[in-house]
């Protein structure tokens, strides 16, 4: 591994937050966990957009089932509004069954899609993809 990415983790079911922070803080990556997406600073002065001039994250990571916003809405409002990460190192994560038109939505939006339950492996495959294009 290059060096270490900082992650952004929006997950509020303590049990996958906890299983994803120690899996990527044991290969060195620093994690930020939020089990809310409002913390994000798109969510201030909504029609701003967001005011960092870099990226506050190598990686965003969010459920899709979230208090006040859909994983999917997140995403779109990160977008919409200036968001400086790579919308290719973003994931959604769900265990619900996706509509055509959401499943649609992560395809436009360019990120990796996580259904539950998903192996591990499968995610660090794609931690892995995502620190090569960090280098």
Do not use: Y
């Amino acid at each position: 591994m290059s060096k270490p990415l900082k992650i952004l983790l929006f997950e509020d079911d303590p049990t996958i937050s906890l299983l994803l922070q120690v899996t990527l803080e044991q290969r060195g990556h620093s994690v930020q966990m939020f089990d809310n997406p409002t913390v994000c600073p798109v969510f201030e002065g909504h029609d701003k957009g967001c005011p960092k001039e870099k990226p506050c994250a190598d990686i965003v990571i969010t459920d899709n089932m979230m208090p006040n916003i859909s994983g999917i809405d997140f995403l779109v409002m990160q977008r919409e509004r200036g968001c400086k990460a790579q919308d290719v190192n973003k994931a959604i994560i769900t265990g619900a069954t996706l509509s055509k038109e959401a499943l649609a939505k992560i395809e436009s939006l360019g990120c990796k899609l996580f259904k539950k339950p998903f192996r591990i492996s499968e995610f660090m495959a794609w931690i892995a993809q995502c620190e090569k294009r960090m280098e």
